[in-house]
């Protein structure tokens, strides 16, 4: 069945680094990607989606790019900051059937001031 | 927009106790869905109802658990005879569209003594 595999954490890095968060996917179709965000004590919020091939979407400074040949949708931001400190998942939805989504295990990032 | 709503928010129950979980999605969403998340993991999909219709159950739904959404509008899932194992967060989502993105619940924490 589909799934997505992301790096495992936790991630620490000091403000002002460079992050990327790898994630791939398994799908027997054309999926839909996301990240999601969960901040400490908040529910899963949307951070950025990708429908197709190439699609790049982006929010908040984060970047992430639909890369079907890879399978991949990996997460990045050039200069990170203490406020960033989060579980990052990636998702995928299905294009068809029941549209369910199927999240990664999740990635924690803390960042240090 | 007022979010999608859980209740409760925490409930601490004896093994062996039946436990009943709201959700109330954002009016206008048709589709909504549950998951269930444990510790270090991402959400897993449990089932999914569009309106009233209940059109995907996962295998991790075992008979104990029974979700319902009457009249497409607040749903409820139950969870009978529970075991150490239930216990996790549950988490409640809604999206106008098929292919998401799907807005969470802050989600119902269920322990088991």
């Known amino acids: 069945g589909d799934s997505v595999t992301q790096m495992e954490g936790p991630v620490t890095l000091s403000e002002e680094a460079f992050l990327t968060i790898n994630c791939t996917y398994t799908?027997?179709?054309?999926?839909?990607l996301f990240w999601y965000v969960q901040y400490p004590g908040e529910g899963l919020q949307l951070l950025l989606k990708?429908?197709?091939?190439?699609d790049k979407g982006s929010n908040k400074g984060f970047e992430a790019t639909y890369r079907k040949e890879t399978t991949s949708f990996h997460l990045e931001k050039g200069s990170v900051q203490v406020s960033d400190s989060a579980v990052y998942f990636c998702?995928?939805?299905?294009?068809?059937?029941?549209?369910?989504?199927?999240f990664g295990a999740g990635t924690r990032l803390f960042v240090k001031a | 927009d007022t979010g999608v709503s859980q209740n409760p928010r925490h409930k601490i129950t004896k093994r062996g106790q039946n436990v009943t979980f709201r959700c109330d999605p954002i009016s206008e969403h048709n589709r909504l869905y549950w998951y269930r998340q444990t510790l270090g993991q991402g959400p897993e999909f449990l089932t999914y109802f569009q309106n009233e219709a209940q059109l995907e159950k996962s295998r991790l739904l075992s008979d104990r658990f029974s979700a319902e959404r009457p009249k497409g509008s607040f749903s409820t899932l139950e969870i009978q005879r529970t075991e150490q194992g239930d216990s996790a967060m549950y988490l409640c989502?809604?999206?106008?569209?098929?292919?998401?993105?799907?807005?969470f619940g802050d989600g119902t924490r269920l322990s088991i003594l």
């Open positions: 998702a995928l939805a299905e294009n068809t059937g029941g549209f369910k989504t199927i």
């Open positions: 989502a809604s999206s106008q569209t098929a292919v998401g993105p799907q807005h």
């Open positions: 990708a429908t197709k091939a190439d």
């Open positions: 799908a027997t179709g054309y999926p839909s």
